[in-house]
């Protein structure tokens, strides 16, 4: 069974603070995606990032950064030197090969970033 | 457009009613992704489309929901005799994918749906 876990409920922190937020997945597939997705205030889920089973590669992308750790089973993403237009809740979401596209979207965590 | 739009963005309904929703996605993407969202939960896989097949519905709760896509591009998400329990925010998604579902999909802003 497929399972996405994001244990922090809410984060509150002040500008320009860094912000990481854990992601833990379950699978027995062997090829599989990770994705984080953000959710602002207006509803509307946006990509961040697309991760295979298969690079373990750490990016860092502008102020985002992500460690994916297959040994760990954890897809971390990071917000450095935050901004309150990073408030949104934040998901992290599974996809399997053999799941005709169906997203296994975690509980999503609340960012709320304060001047 | 140059996004995945759904209308409406609001509905109320009393219990018993039907409702429709709609979502006109991305030209061009060959799929399409229900999702339901109900408060503060993730988004929960509803039903999958590939142009005017629909190949997985796995997701649907029970018989009261259906789902069409006839030309392979505008959906509408039927809800008949709607219960409160239905009150969630329903999310569309589109897709370029042809092959196995691995491109990113691009969502919606939601039907904020609110059974009385």
């Known amino acids: 069974a497929q399972k996405v876990t994001q244990a922090q409920t809410e984060i509150s922190v002040v500008e320009k603070e860094d912000v990481t937020l854990d992601c833990v997945y379950e699978?027995?597939?062997?090829?599989?995606?990770l994705f984080w997705y953000k959710q602002p205030p207006s509803g509307e889920l946006v990509f961040l990032i697309r991760r295979n089973s298969f690079d373990e590669q750490n990016e860092i992308s502008g102020r985002y950064s992500w460690n994916f750790q297959k040994s760990t089973s954890s897809f971390n993403f990071t917000i450095t030197a935050s901004q309150v237009v990073d408030s949104a809740v934040y998901f992290c979401a599974l996809l399997t090969t053999d799941s005709w596209g169906k997203l296994q979207f975690g509980a999503g965590t609340q960012v709320v970033v304060t001047p | 457009g140059a996004g995945v739009s759904q209308s409406p963005r609001y509905k109320v309904a009393k219990r018993g009613q039907d409702v429709a929703l709609r979502c006109d996605p991305i030209?061009?993407?060959?799929?399409l992704f229900w999702y339901q969202q109900a408060l503060g939960q993730g988004p929960e896989f509803l039903t999958y489309?590939?142009?005017?097949?629909?190949?997985?519905k796995s997701g649907l709760p029970s018989d009261r929901f259906f789902a069409e896509r006839p030309e392979g591009s505008v959906s509408t998400l039927k809800i008949q005799r709607t219960q409160q329990e239905d009150s969630a925010v329903y999310l569309c998604?589109?897709?370029?994918?042809?092959?196995?579902?691995?491109?990113?999909?691009?969502f919606g802003p939601g039907t904020r749906l609110t059974v009385t």
């Open positions: 030209s061009g993407h060959v799929s």
């Open positions: 998604a589109s897709s370029t994918r042809t092959g196995q579902g691995l491109d990113e999909q691009y």
């Open positions: 489309f590939q142009n005017e097949a629909q190949l997985d």
């Open positions: 699978t027995r597939d062997t090829t599989y995606y």
